[in-house]
């Protein structure tokens, strides 16, 4: 499968741990990009790199969220201090621009669940 | 900033009725516009999408949406619905930039559900 791939697929997590996501987005793409989903809601999204530079961050990323992607191919999310309200599905997207910008190509995301 | 709305949270329709989904954004100017679905256990996966041109867009699967800039809308159409379109719409937006394009942004999605 050469599409999006997120790691893991399911995280279970006392209150107050650290966890971190791993993304490895569709190989040539440039653009990678974070989204949350909640029950109900559509993906709200939290942040994106153009290939290893973070471009943006939404006002949904606390300062106990960071991200990373050191050599613009693979991408971290890292929760420090987990609360219950972190408990989402954390989407991952990619896509190529080269002037004009494809589509994103989601993954199948990780759920987190925060007891 | 832009923001979508999906006025029907959750539709439930007979195999073979018409489907109409609404979505309405919100910006005043150059936006493209998407229509993802998540089938249950999977991935959003792209439905169509509106870059420029034709504002009456056809996508996979037998579906289509129509842009009415005036309207500020992007509804999401099939004329006869099956049992395997049983899924959650996502309508979404972003604002056309060279180079590159904003991050989408989703309404709250519609669930779909088809019944025999």
């Known amino acids: 499968d050469t599409g999006v791939s997120q ?3 399911h995280k279970i997590t006392k209150r107050g741990q650290n966890v971190t996501f791993r993304c490895d987005p569709i190989s040539e793409h440039n653009r990678l990009y974070w989204y949350r ?3 109900g809601q559509g993906p709200e999204f939290l942040t994106y790199f153009q290939n290893e ?11 106990r ?3 990373e992607r050191p050599k613009g191919s693979f991408s971290t999310l890292e929760i420090q201090r987990t609360e219950q309200g972190d408990s989402a599905m954390y989407l ?15 993954g199948q995301g990780t759920r987190l669940t925060v007891v | 900033a ?3 709305s999906q006025h029907n949270h959750h539709v439930i329709l007979s195999e073979a009725a018409s489907l109409e989904l609404g979505c309405n954004y919100s910006y005043g100017g150059t936006v493209n516009l998407f229509w993802y679905v998540q089938y249950p256990g999977q991935h959003l996966q792209l439905l169509l999408k509106y870059f420029s041109g034709d504002p009456l867009v056809k996508g996979i699967k037998g579906f289509e949406a129509e842009f009415i800039k005036s309207k500020f809308s992007f509804n999401l159409r099939k004329p006869s619905v099956q049992w395997s379109d049983t899924a959650e719409y996502f309508c979404a937006v972003n604002v056309a930039l060279d180079p590159g394009n ?6 709250k999605g519609t669930r779909l559900s088809v019944i025999a």
């Not at chain 2, 904003?102 to 309404?107: A, D, E, I, N, Q």
Request: proline share 5%; glycine share 4%.
């Open chain 1, 37 to 39: 989903q909640t029950l």
């Open chain 2, 102 to 107: 904003t991050p989408l942004v989703f309404g």
């Open chain 1, 53 to 63: 530079a973070q471009l943006e961050k939404s006002r949904l990323l606390s300062d």
């Open chain 1, 7 to 9: 790691d893991p697929r």
């Open chain 2, 2 to 4: 832009q923001s979508v």
């Open chain 1, 92 to 106: 991952c997207a990619s896509s190529l621009v080269i002037g004009e910008d494809t589509e994103a190509f989601f």
């Open chain 1, 65 to 67: 969220f960071s991200a």
